[in-house]
């Protein structure tokens, strides 16, 4: 079926040709151009695939080449006169991975063209592609951008509806219940960070893929993508909102610790305080040598519990006088 030694080791994740009213049937090879009457090809490729870069040298200008195989990646977009290349993340949800390490998605986009390259499963895509074998696939490439903008993003807004609910439950727990140490606080504030890490540049690029003066993009479609963007902004600011909350239920925490130390040693200051007399006096008492009072009297031990009794009380009430504790 494929048509050269190159494409024969490249295996993708996904090759259809889509028409234009959403109907798609599997690609034959792995040209960059769909067959006739098609309006656009579809491939989709898995970055650990060793052939990529070969069949990518074959097949595509230089820009697709280093957004598709860049071994680092940050949100972005990039034009020149073939196409547009775009760099997404989105959140990761495969089993036994954190979510806050979102995975990359790399696009190249031209007008009959759209090609998506993964490192790891990206369950938009696999959305997606179950969408397009049930012959309900976007009309073109720039609706298929917008429909993958719009599941990664739903998947964070998700996560960010998740971790608002999770910071409600903590708070009710700290300023309601007074319940602390929370164990699940730490890792908490240490995903929203990550997670901000990735979700600003994302925002702020789909932001300009919306923005950006082309024919890739019709004008029917820039407002989803706007949408799309303004969505991502406010899963950010929820992000941000949780993770100031977090802040203050942290400081919150420690503040409270050390107010309760403090209240600790300054009662265990003023029993101190109150023992000090008795303690000199047990200790004077206590010496072996000749001449101590008492010594032959049966009663002395009591006289001198009684007398050690009221030093304490008396201490104790002084102190309460000057206003001590």
């Given at each position: 079926?494929?048509?050269n030694?190159e494409?024969?080791t ?5 090759a259809f040709d889509?028409w234009?009213d959403g ?5 034959a090879?792995?040209?960059?151009h769909?067959?006739h009457?098609a ?5 989709h ?30 949100p972005?977009?990039d ?13 990761n949800?495969?089993?036994?991975e ?14 009959d063209?759209?090609?998506t ?29 917008a429909?993958i903008?719009?599941g ?21 727990d ?5 319940q602390?140490?929370l164990a ?7 995903e ?9 540049p ?29 969505r ?8 941000s909102e949780v ?5 203050a239920?942290?400081?919150h ?11 600790n040693g300054?009662?265990l ?19 072996n040598?000749?001449g ?14 009684l007398?050690m009794?009221l ?10 006088w000057l206003?001590?504790?």
């Amino acid at each position: 079926m494929l048509t050269n030694n190159e494409e024969c080791t490249l295996v993708p994740l996904a090759a259809f040709d889509i028409w234009e009213d959403g109907t798609a049937k599997t690609a034959a090879d792995l040209n960059t151009h769909p067959i006739h009457g098609a309006a656009y090809r579809w491939l989709h490729f898995d970055l650990s695939d060793m052939a990529l870069s070969g069949w990518s040298a074959q097949n595509l200008p230089a820009l697709a080449r280093r957004t598709l195989l860049a071994d680092k990646t940050r949100p972005r977009m990039d034009m020149d006169a073939h196409g547009m290349a775009i760099t997404l993340r989105g959140i990761n949800l495969n089993e036994g991975e954190e979510s806050a390490d979102m995975v990359s998605l790399r696009i190249w986009m031209t007008a009959d063209l759209i090609i998506t390259v993964r490192r790891q499963r990206i369950f938009a895509l696999e959305d997606l592609r179950d969408q397009v074998v049930a012959n309900d696939a976007p009309h073109n490439p720039g609706h298929m951008l917008a429909r993958i903008t719009e599941g990664l993003v739903e998947r964070l807004e998700n996560i960010a509806f998740a971790r608002e609910d999770s910071a409600d439950d903590m708070e009710d727990d700290v300023y309601e219940r007074d319940q602390q140490p929370l164990a699940d606080l730490a890792p908490l504030r240490r995903e929203i960070i990550k997670f901000r890490r990735h979700v600003a540049p994302l925002a702020e690029a789909l932001l300009q893929v919306s923005q950006t003066d082309t024919d890739l993009i019709k004008d029917d479609l820039r407002h989803r993508l706007r949408d799309t963007a303004s969505r991502c902004r406010w899963a950010l600011e929820e992000l941000s909102e949780v993770h100031d909350r977090l802040t203050a239920m942290a400081d919150h925490l420690d503040t409270v610790q050390n107010a309760r130390l403090e209240r600790n040693g300054y009662r265990l200051s003023v029993v101190a305080a109150i023992f000090l007399p008795l303690s000199f006096l047990t200790g004077l008492f206590g010496v072996n040598v000749g001449g101590m009072p008492g010594v032959q009297s049966g009663n002395a031990f009591l006289l001198l519990s009684l007398g050690m009794l009221l030093i304490g009380v008396v201490s104790a009430a002084v102190m309460r006088w000057l206003r001590w504790f």
